[in-house]
């Protein structure tokens, strides 16, 4: 079982920055792609930016150009740098990550963490 953490959010006033952190912690074998996934109520959840374990990134249109996702395989950690917020960044942000057991893939989610961006 892996469990993932969120942590990082919070209120900023718009084209201020936040970090957000995701720890994985339990009996990992192998973390795969880990992504972040933003939610606002009555939307589905939409996916912000993933990354392999080898680092290779991908991001919302929406997004591109004002946050950096990152990953620290040595601590199983994904980071979510968020430069020039606007209040549309608004939401809950969720952790994301495949789990290689040796045999098998899972997929775990994080608890979320809040980000108000004020306008």
């Known amino acids: 079982q892996v469990r993932l953490v969120e942590s990082g959010g919070g209120l900023v006033q718009a084209g201020g920055s936040l970090r957000l952190s995701c720890a994985a912690s339990g009996s990992i074998f192998r973390i795969n792609a880990m992504s972040w996934y933003r939610q606002v109520p009555g939307k589905q959840r939409e996916l912000v930016a993933d990354i392999t374990s080898g680092g290779n990134t991908n991001y919302a249109d929406s997004v591109k150009g004002r946050f950096t996702i990152s990953r620290d395989n040595a601590k199983n950690t994904v980071y979510l740098q968020m430069n020039s917020l606007k209040p549309e960044d608004t939401g809950d942000y969720y952790c994301?990550?495949?789990?290689?057991?040796?045999?098998?893939?899972?997929?775990?989610w994080g608890q979320g963490t809040q980000v108000l961006v004020s306008s």
């Open positions: 994301n990550a495949d789990h290689y057991d040796g045999k098998y893939t899972f997929n775990y």
